[in-house]
């Protein structure tokens, strides 16, 4: 028997050499994870640096984009990464809540189990095929249908009006965010499903015995436990938002300007990025790319940070499909 | 009485609602993967396996970037995978209670969720710019930093179910700790690390960001990995953003292809995971 060779004490030399051996692997394996987030940001920092030394501040503050004469600056597409970040949460928090509370309170027993499976599923789907379905499918039906409505009772409203005005292009800011709700909503209603899963029976046991109605013990048991992972999963989801490329960058459109109207086109860093960056010529105009990557990993970087941490406190046994 | 009644009507309201949520989350799966299928069958062939990418306006397949897919993330997942274990085992074994585990398991949730894009950037900036060119390697590199994450977690959390009973009992025998890794642990949690590098394989094989300046693309057949080399991911980026029906076309059946095998190897995972705990409702 192989095993009962461990007890042979001519072997214990052998074996302490390998333990030592297997221990080290182990340990340096885990040092690489450590190392390579630290490298990222390194790596990220040294390309940036000459369009950060050549553009100051300026870099964060100007809209101009323009590859003949060499300037650069980031505005639009943080801009545009916040604009179609936000307005994806927004169309997918009601909806991803909606999921959790179905597959957590409502759901019988027999449908949990699919349900579940198909909405992670969406979450399997790369990202990519999210873009070409955006570009074909989803955009001429806002095109055709969705847009003109819009334009039409929206765009007469007082504050909110000049957000919609402009022809239907169907490419741009709104379809955009759109396609990237459709995208982060199986991540959010994922966390928040297991959130709303660690809530013990017995308090929730307790609210019906008062008499509470389903959304009584959910809105006012439920919700109230799980706040912090609730905010913490929507934190994930802006992570993935703000960061995602393929699907954004079929529709946006690429326009390096801030539009007022959320129709017209725009960009973000990751579609900016993803468009010029094999084909950018010049140090500058590739240092540029690069400092845009580094504001994304920043703000990215704390928005997950944030995310995980407020997580941290709810045991990771319970986030394990995210 | 009417107090009751309109609590009761908002219960209603708000429940149906969630189930409605829930619909409109299914009905977008169900688009997606309907247009997939519709506009992606009709170019199904056995052209599309033997053929190469099409000049506009030719016909062609998509051999090579099939082959250059299959490539770069077997090489990305040859290079994440071990790493990746080792590593889930250092934080499950070894080093289960160090104070550096708790920095090491925040990094790698950090690095689960980072954007994919900036890992691409980074690999440019480490191989690209070193080799000269793109290249195949490059674009493995940047999948394997992108598994590697999802292998530590699952690897981590796999190793952590295996009983601690045996685990003394092998300790009892007399075995170092190495031996009761690699001939209890492990073979104790195969089939949820098998799963683990299952995910890992489903999430790099459509991950196009990273190999956008990586890989870059090759209209021709080239098993160099030290050159530029087709890949699913990108010829659908940019044929699907070609004016040529014909590169559309095949742009619609090479994401069918990604998405039918992502679909298979996650329901494969899922499988796999629900035989390893019974009584999970999930």
């Given at each position: 028997m192989n095993t009962l060779a461990a007890i042979d004490p001519r072997h214990a030399p052998a074996q302490r050499l390998r333990e030592r051996l297997f221990q080290g692997a182990t340990f340096a394996a885990a040092l690489v994870v450590l190392l390579l987030l630290g490298g990222v940001a390194l790596s990220l920092l040294v390309g940036a640096w000459p369009a950060f030394a050549h553009f100051k501040l300026g870099f964060l503050t100007r809209e101009i984009w323009n590859p003949v004469t060499d300037q650069y600056g980031a505005l639009a597409p943080i801009y545009g990464t916040l604009v179609t970040s936000f307005l994806a949460l927004l169309l997918a928090i009601p909806v991803s809540f909606g999921i959790a509370i179905f597959l957590t309170e409502l759901a019988p027993v027999w449908l949990k189990r699919p349900v579940g499976v198909a909405i992670e599923l969406l979450a399997a789907v790369p990202s990519i095929i999210y873009g070409v379905w955006g570009l074909f499918v989803l955009a001429p039906v806002l095109q055709r249908h969705v847009q003109p409505w819009i334009i039409e009772h929206l765009g007469p409203l007082p504050l909110i009006g000049p957000l919609f005005h402009g022809p239907p292009f169907g490419i741009g800011v709104l379809t955009a965010s759109f396609v990237l709700a459709i995208m982060v909503i199986p991540f959010i209603s994922a966390v928040m499903r297991d959130v709303f899963e660690t809530v013990p029976d017995v308090l929730k046991e307790s609210g019906y015995g008062l008499g509470a109605t389903t959304w009584e013990v959910i809105w006012q048991v439920v919700v109230p436990y799980a706040r912090t992972g609730i905010v913490g999963g929507i934190m994930l989801g802006l992570g993935r938002a703000l960061g995602e490329t393929m699907a954004v960058t079929f529709v946006?459109?690429?326009?390096h300007r801030i539009g007022s109207s959320l129709l017209a086109p725009g960009t973000t860093i990751s579609a900016s990025i993803a468009n010029e960056f094999a084909e950018a010529v010049g140090d500058l105009y590739t240092s540029s790319l690069i400092a845009l990557g580094a504001l994304l990993f920043l703000i990215t970087f704390s928005v997950i940070a944030a995310a995980r941490l407020m997580l941290l406190r709810l045991g990771r046994r319970a986030l394990s499909s995210v | 009485m009417s107090r009751r009644l309109l609590r009761k009507l908002v219960n209603v309201l708000a429940l149906g609602l969630s189930g409605l949520a829930t619909a409109i989350g299914l009905f977008f799966l169900g688009a997606i993967l309907w247009t997939l299928i519709h506009s992606g069958l009709a170019g199904v062939s056995l052209k599309l396996f033997t053929a190469m990418t099409p000049p506009p306006g030719s016909s062609g397949g998509l051999l090579n970037a099939i082959y250059g897919s299959v490539v770069m993330t077997v090489i990305g997942i040859l290079i994440g995978g071990p790493i990746g274990m080792l590593a889930g085992t250092y934080l499950a074994e070894?080093?289960?209670?160090?104070?550096?585990s708790t920095v090491i398991r925040f990094v790698n949730d950090v690095l689960l969720s980072a954007p994919s894009i900036i890992i691409g950037l980074f690999v440019y900036e480490l191989l690209v710019i070193r080799m000269g060119h793109f290249s195949a390697i490059a674009g493995a590199v940047a999948l394997a930093i992108i598994a590697m994450p999802v292998t530590v977690r699952t690897t981590e959390d796999m190793l952590n179910l295996v009983p601690q009973g045996m685990k003394d009992a092998s300790t009892a025998m007399g075995a170092y700790h190495w031996r009761t890794i690699t001939s209890v642990i492990y073979p104790a949690a195969r089939s949820g690390i098998v799963t683990g590098l299952l995910l890992a394989v489903a999430r790099i094989s459509g991950e196009t960001a990273p190999l956008l300046f990586t890989a870059l693309n090759n209209q021709f057949w080239s098993t160099n990995i030290a050159a530029p080399m087709a890949n699913l991911p990108v010829v659908i980026f940019q044929f699907g953003l070609s004016p040529y029906p014909n590169w559309q076309q095949l742009a619609w059946s090479g994401a069918l292809l990604i998405t039918v095998s992502i679909l298979i190897l996650s329901i494969a995972a899922r499988l796999v995971v629900s035989s390893l705990t019974p009584g999970g409702n999930r």
């Open positions: 946006i459109g690429n326009a | 070894y080093g289960r209670t160090a104070r550096i």
